[in-house]
């Protein structure tokens, strides 16, 4: 559970072939209508996912960059299943946890250590950091806390990274929450693999920027 790498490749192609089974009997304005895609032609769409703009094509469920770029397995399923599930429920602006969507409280645990530790690991002491490399997924800062972003990761999903700064007595915290609709666009072992793939971007920019 919560990391594709330890899916077997058997799986991988398991998945991508079942979902894209699914992409193949929807029709390109009912995706586009969903998901908050863009329709480019009857078996186009465009989906931004982390900031950048994929373009699928619906009867095969190919996926690809703009920039003719290759793109990882995991990512691939991650956007089929996003746009095969989502039924178009708007934001709530009600925050939930991982361990209240569908799935997600058994793996709560599992969802903090490969999420929430290297957050604070890398942020919890420079927290406008966090601001600045989550920046370039076009994120926006938030309210809550010292210091949150919000990232929309899809048109319809919304993640929140936020910190709370520490002192002498009290360490620092924070938590990874969710707009209440993801629970109508990903399934719960989706939704902890793409806040690991986005903490690990945000990691390695952080990594970057003292380097420098």
């Not at 397995?73 to 361990?99: R, S």
Request: glycine share 6%; charged share 25%; hydrophobic share 40%.
């Amino acid at each position: 559970m919560c990391s594709y790498e330890d899916i077997s490749r058997q799986s991988f192609e398991l998945a991508l072939n079942l979902a894209t089974k699914k992409l193949s009997s929807m029709e390109a304005e009912e995706i586009c209508r969903n998901s908050g895609a863009s329709r480019i032609d009857d078996d186009h769409v465009q989906i931004h996912y982390l900031n950048r703009p994929y373009r699928v094509t619906i009867s095969t469920g190919e996926v690809f960059l703009k920039e003719k770029e290759e793109v990882p397995v995991k990512d691939q399923i991650l956007i089929l299943h996003y746009l095969t599930k989502a039924d178009g429920a708007p934001f709530t602006n009600k925050l939930i946890t991982y361990g209240q969507i569908e799935g997600g409280r058994f793996y709560s645990p599992v969802f903090v250590q490969r999420n929430l530790d290297p957050i604070l690991k890398c942020f919890g002491d420079r927290p406008g950091l966090l601001l600045e490399v989550a920046q370039k997924f076009g994120a926006q800062r938030s309210t809550y806390g010292d210091a949150s972003v919000a990232v929309d990761v899809f048109p319809k999903a919304r993640i929140y990274f936020i910190i709370w700064k520490g002192d002498d007595e009290v360490p620092h915290g924070g938590t990874i929450l969710f707009d209440g609709n993801i629970r109508h666009y990903l399934a719960s072992e989706d939704v902890c693999v793409l806040t690991e793939i986005l903490v690990w971007k945000f990691v390695n920019l952080a990594k970057e920027a003292s380097s420098t």
